[in-house]
């Protein structure tokens, strides 16, 4: 499916996390949240498979151990749901959080070599679980790498509890 010119149609436009079930975050973590949804919703590439176009109202949340892309289109008109298992990306997010804790350790203290090998760890990581959901997604909903990438630190905070 070809985005029209405009660019405005196949996107997110508003991004809604239901933290519902999340306590207190980090001041890094808070910031990483930020930044995710600030990137996103400046520039994605989202397509719900058979949509007319958008743009789009995300619901990202976790019910059941499971993670719902609650689609609707502005006016909170409901336009579907896609819902994957969280059980493929348990070790990456196990992985990923620990690896986080370890730089936010370390940019406190270790020598620079050491924080940008941590840090390319991390990104590593990132990178992986981020192709890990753009191909759970493959047939329902297609994005780009970047869209990808900050849905899935989003995905990491909505596993924050505390």
Known sequence: MDAPEDGQTYRIANLILDESTVVRRSPDVEHERKVAIFDLLEENH????GSPGGPYVLHLAIEENRLVFDIRLEGDVAHG???LSLS???RIIKDYFMICESYYDAIKTAAPAQI???DMGRRGLHNEGSQLLKDRLEGKIDMDFDTARRLFTLICVL???G
Request: proline fraction near 12%; avoid cysteine.
């Open 46 to 49: 989202f397509v719900p498979q």
């Open 81 to 83: 749901k896609v819902m």
């Open 88 to 90: 493929p990306f348990r």
């Open 116 to 118: 940008e090998a941590i």
């Open 159 to 161: 596993h924050i509890k």
